[in-house]
């Protein structure tokens, strides 16, 4: 799925994943609902990807969660997104959706990740703006 929503802007995709196995007990989680997420935390990174960068992506397993991230190479989140994305309808632009976007993305992804007592976590780095999702697997 990354490769597909990187390649039509020239961006290079670099998925990383956690060398510990999955746990011996199945995962229960909603797949449609998680693989959908993924694509929208996806889909935002590559909205704020430059032509020519990275998209960095992973995956990571500890004893009580899955987290999944995505770490684009734009300018990173405002303090107000920061404080807002993830909150149903939020834009940058309140007046109008931004690109089509009616800012149901973050609040899709996030309310996924609490169906799955989990959570979404945004953050801006030295490299632009990450998007860590987490579901609990205990």
């Not at 430059?50 to 990173?76: E, K, N, Y």
């Not at 404080?83 to 931004?98: N, V």
């Amino acid at each position: 799925m990354g490769r597909d929503l990187t390649a039509p802007k020239g961006i290079t995709f670099s998925w990383q994943t956690d060398p510990h196995p999955l746990p011996d007990r199945a995962l229960s989680l909603d797949r449609t609902a998680f693989l959908r997420a993924a694509e929208n935390l996806l889909s935002n990174g590559v909205r704020y990807t430059p032509a020519g960068q990275t998209l960095d992506c992973g995956l990571r397993l500890t004893a009580q969660r899955l987290f999944l991230w995505v770490q684009d190479s734009g300018p990173g989140f405002s303090p107000e997104a920061l404080a807002k994305a993830g909150k149903l309808f939020y834009t940058e632009e309140p007046s109008r959706p931004q690109g089509g976007h009616l800012g149901m993305g973050l609040y899709s992804a996030a309310q996924t990740a609490r169906a799955h007592g989990g959570g979404l976590c945004l953050e801006n780095t030295s490299r632009g703006g990450r998007a860590t999702l987490w579901i609990s697997i205990s």
